[in-house]
């Protein structure tokens, strides 16, 4: 990897996978990712794709309890989650990161992870 791709791929805060893969597909991880694009647009700006990398997976596992998302570098992963749950996963954990307790299935231990080393929550445009 060349030194400007790194430095690309540094200037992310948080990578969000999500699930495509058949049994989420019943979900519409596609229309998701698009709700979560445009959200996100709209608080951070058009620039939110060089801090906020939205990636489209096969099967992360947990078949029937999707679409399930993950959240890095937190290494957060997301069950169920359905339309209504979108605009809370962005306000609250992509922009202000924190969790969103009730959809978490599983989160990376203190071992996994160096906690003190997340990003700071990223700072959104005014919503007026």
């Known amino acids: 990897m060349s030194a400007e791709q790194t430095a690309c791929m ?3 805060v948080r990578h969000v996978f ?8 019943e979900g519409d991880p596609f229309g ?4 979560m694009s445009r959200l ?9 794709e060089q801090r906020v ?3 489209k997976t096969l099967c992360l596992g ?14 957060v992963w ?10 809370e996963i962005v306000e609250r954990h992509l922009i202000g990161g924190q969790p969103v307790e ?6 990376l231990g203190p071992r996994s992870l160096a906690m003190e080393t997340l990003p700071p929550p990223l700072a959104a445009k005014d919503p007026a």
Do not use: W
């Not at 999500?18 to 597909?25: E, G, K, L, M, N």
């Not at 997301?78 to 605009?87: E, L, Q, S, T």
């Open 78 to 87: 997301y069950k169920g989650v359905r339309a209504a749950d979108i605009p």
């Open 18 to 25: 999500i699930c495509t893969s058949t049994t989420c597909a």
């Open 62 to 75: 947990h078949c029937g309890l999707g679409p399930n998302m993950v959240v890095y570098p937190e290494g």
């Open 53 to 55: 990398k939205i990636t």
């Open 102 to 107: 009730r959809l978490v299935l599983h989160k």
């Open 40 to 48: 996100l647009r709209e608080r951070l700006g058009p620039e939110f």
């Open 10 to 12: 540094e200037d992310y």
């Open 32 to 35: 998701l990712r698009l709700q």
